[in-house]
């Protein structure tokens, strides 16, 4: 079964940046969409950013403007560039794989943490 291997977060200060990236373990098959989710203490999880297989993006309202969902078709690597971080960022991030078979697969989630 292919893995999603997450990387990128860490603490940053408010107004700091982050990239986090989700690098698959191998191809992925009948690729639909990917997307970045995340879900804070006590919060419900909610999409951040989707990126379908044509090219086609959507955001929350949230983190309109603030952060960049793009990928790499020559892996099927997919990044979020998050800028102007608030301490609302402050969750888990997961990456996710939209599949066309509906057999989604999901990443472990990496910790992305805005302090004050």
């Known amino acids: 079964q292919v893995q999603l291997v997450e990387s990128g977060g860490g603490l940053v200060q408010a107004g700091g940046s982050l990239r986090l990236s989700c690098v698959p373990s191998g191809s992925i098959f009948a690729l639909n969409a990917m997307g970045w989710y995340r879900q804070a203490p006590g919060k419900q999880h909610e999409l951040v950013a989707l990126?379908?297989?044509?090219?086609?993006?959507n955001y929350a309202d949230s983190v309109k403007g603030r952060f960049t969902i793009s990928r790499d078709n020559t892996k099927d690597t997919v990044y979020l560039h998050m800028n102007s971080l608030k301490p609302e960022d402050t969750a888990v991030y997961y990456c996710?794989?939209?599949?066309?078979?509906?057999?989604?697969?999901w990443g472990q989630g990496t910790q992305v943490t805005v302090s004050s």
């Open positions: 990126i379908t297989s044509g090219g086609s993006t």
């Open positions: 996710k794989a939209e599949r066309r078979s509906g057999s989604d697969l």
